[in-house]
């Protein structure tokens, strides 16, 4: 078997380092050594070194849309980042570079460019963000998750390829999940979960409807670093996690029904498990929309039920929950039926048809 070396970068949130984590496995298993660029403390250091796959920190600064006196110093980052990655690739001659997109990506996609490194991208949401972005015009594909986003992508560059699913998940078990969670099976599991980072929005809403939704469930819910409500540790039937790494697929697979943001990695995790999920995408006051069009794209599908955040209160929250649960089979039929699969397979057969022989 040809040994090839692929250098892989994502970060900024979990949500852009998660695919590259379920890719990983596959890169090994198929003749690839694995190295990892990432941002010097963002979240994917700490996540990729658990992996044990080799880390480069480089200096990045975030690409924003709206004012910030940060856009001012932040391009000097970014030069700075570029000057790392090139050093870095030059060094290590990748064979290939995958980029899973966050501000960190730019600088390396630019170097690999630079080094003429053959670089395939990937895009979880159905618009490309920023980074992907300005990173396509030096890559040689970039991979997609929904169909739609097809029709945005220029120069034939783009492949619906689906996200990729870790492996691990479909191996979870619901006793193991309960006895973690310290819960029985006397009322069925509502799973929560804002994003990587958590939300305080659907954290403030849950716990203003709790006393109304533990009548009638148990509640898991991750709210994020740093948002753990003390008041409420004891609280009968609610467990609280800040982040949940290893039993994530144990504590998943005991969940009846989810409530969620509706990023891309998440709602075809959800799709693949087949849990019937309550959607709350990020508000277009503070994103550029893209969980609105990936959730709406789902509840046309007939995979979720959505709300979005101007509509949502206690009491609206706790009449969406029971609808879900009770509609449940009609979204697990339908997620039955989806002709999505894994794409694990078609990313790896991408970046092996793009990879500098």
């Known amino acids: 078997m040809n040994q090839y070396k692929i250098m892989m970068t994502g970060g900024g949130s979990a949500g852009h380092v998660t695919p590259n984590l379920a890719l ?22 700490e996540i990729v070194e658990k992996e044990e796959i080799p880390y480069y920190g480089i200096s990045s600064g975030k690409l924003r849309r709206y004012f910030d006196v940060k856009n001012f110093t932040d391009p000097f980052k970014v030069i700075k980042g570029l000057g790392d990655a090139y050093k870095i690739l030059k060094k290590e001659k990748p064979n290939i570079v995958f980029s899973k997109g966050g501000f ?32 396509t015009p030096f890559a040689t594909k970039l991979c997609v998750t929904f169909p739609e986003s097809l029709s945005v992508i220029k120069e034939n560059k783009g492949v619906l390829t689906g996200t990729p699913i870790r492996e691990e998940l479909f191996f979870g078990n619901r006793d193991k999940g309960l006895q973690i969670c310290k819960l029985n099976k006397d009322k069925p599991v509502i799973f929560i979960m804002g994003g990587s980072l958590g939300s305080k929005f659907i954290n403030d809403t849950v716990r203003e409807s709790l006393d109304n939704i533990l009548e009638s469930f148990y509640v898991v819910h991750i709210c994020g670093k740093g948002h753990i409500d003390e008041q409420l540790k004891n609280k009968k039937g609610y467990v609280q996690f800040e982040y949940i790494t290893n039993d994530l697929t144990h504590v998943m697979n005991a969940a009846d029904i989810v409530v969620s943001r509706a990023g891309a990695n998440s709602i075809y995790e959800f799709l693949a498990l087949k849990k019937p999920n309550l959607l709350i995408p990020l508000s277009r006051k503070s994103s550029r929309g893209d969980q609105i069009l990936n959730a709406r794209s789902f509840e046309k599908s007939g995979y ?19 609808e879900l649960y009770e509609n449940r089979k009609k979204y697990i039929d339908a997620m039955e039926k989806s002709p999505i699969k894994n794409g694990l397979d078609r990313i790896i057969e991408v970046i092996s048809n793009s990879t500098k022989k």
């Open 304 to 322: 979720s039920m959505v709300i979005e955040e101007e509509d949502l209160n206690k009491d609206i929250f706790k009449s969406k929950v029971n």
């Open 24 to 45: 990983i496995p596959r890169l090994k298993s198929s003749g690839y050594e694995v190295k990892y660029i990432g941002s010097k403390d963002g979240i994917e250091k």
């Open 104 to 135: 960190v990506t730019v600088p390396v996609v630019f170097a690999a460019y630079l080094n003429k490194i053959p670089v395939v991208c990937h895009e979880s949401d159905i618009t490309p963000g920023l980074a992907n972005k300005l990173s």
